[in-house]
């Protein structure tokens, strides 16, 4: 069954994303779920954490990579780095592994500014 949340941006705008079935569901509906004018096999329920809040949850390891890239002692003068964000309503966003669908499909690029 999909599941879809509705998550409020830092900008009070609503986004709907479909989420990774976290497990047991819908034996155990969560609280606060809306089910009216959904086609059948799919669930809405709109989130308590902004969107900004759950993706701020990788954060962390982007920055810990860049981190150790850099500090090689033959960092690169251009760097990307491409992964995927998943959502879930139990872990928040977390970084996808290489080969599964991501909600987020992100490429970043540094280069370096080295005179």
């Avoid at 819908?26 to 959904?38: A, F, H, K, Q, V």
């Amino acid at each position: 069954m999909q599941r879809v949340a509705i998550f409020t941006t830092a900008d009070g705008d609503e986004v709907a994303i479909q989420v990774a079935d976290d497990g047991g569901f819908p034996d155990t509906l969560s609280p606060g779920l809306t089910t009216r004018g959904i086609p059948t096999g799919r669930l809405l329920e709109r989130t308590e954490q902004s969107l900004d809040e759950v993706l701020a949850h990788v954060k962390p390891a982007v920055t810990s990579l860049l981190r150790q890239i850099r500090e090689q002692p033959d960092s690169p003068d251009d760097l990307e780095v491409e992964f995927g964000i998943q959502i879930s309503l139990g872990v928040g966003a977390y970084i996808a592994a290489a080969s599964s669908v991501a909600n987020f499909r992100v490429t970043m690029r540094w280069h370096s500014h080295q005179d």
